[in-house]
């Protein structure tokens, strides 16, 4: 059981008493009542307003929590996918220049092939002085005999 009064109770309870001390003071009793009955009804009513706004706020305070919660996953993520571009591209300069190493490789290994047929035909020329330089002494020991 409860020992505080009801606060419309206790002015209802006022205003009777004060009604039987003075009856010529019923109207004045009777408004300050109706007055009193108000007050306590616009203060209840704000109450229950400012209890709702403080709900509303609490409510609103976890969607912020949840979004700065998300955003920080995504900020994580984008870190992510940041350091992957990262390493792709690492991967592509080094793709690069594998690939311009084996190009410069590849231009030595021409040349080396194109001197070394520059020494074939120098060879094959010299070969075929040679072999008209003994054609050449064949004939001379052929009419010295």
């Known amino acids: 059981m409860s020992y505080i009064s009801n606060p419309q109770h206790s002015a209802s309870l006022f205003a009777e008493i004060l009604t039987q001390i003075d009856p010529a003071q019923h109207d004045a009793v009777m408004l300050m009542n109706e007055l009193y009955s108000s007050l306590t009804g616009i203060s209840k009513a704000l109450g229950d307003v400012l209890s709702r ?79 008209e330089n003994a054609n050449a002494e064949l004939q001379q020991g052929k009419h010295l005999l």
């Open 53 to 131: 706004e403080f709900t509303d706020y609490n409510n609103h305070r976890a969607q912020i929590d949840n979004v700065a919660a998300l955003a920080a996953i995504s900020i994580k993520h984008g870190v992510e996918i940041n350091d992957l571009i990262n390493a792709v591209s690492g991967s592509t300069n080094i793709a690069i220049q594998n690939g311009h190493d084996l190009n410069t490789a590849l231009t030595a290994l021409v040349e080396s092939l194109n001197l070394n047929i520059s020494n074939g035909f120098t060879a094959n020329n010299a070969l075929g002085l040679a072999i």
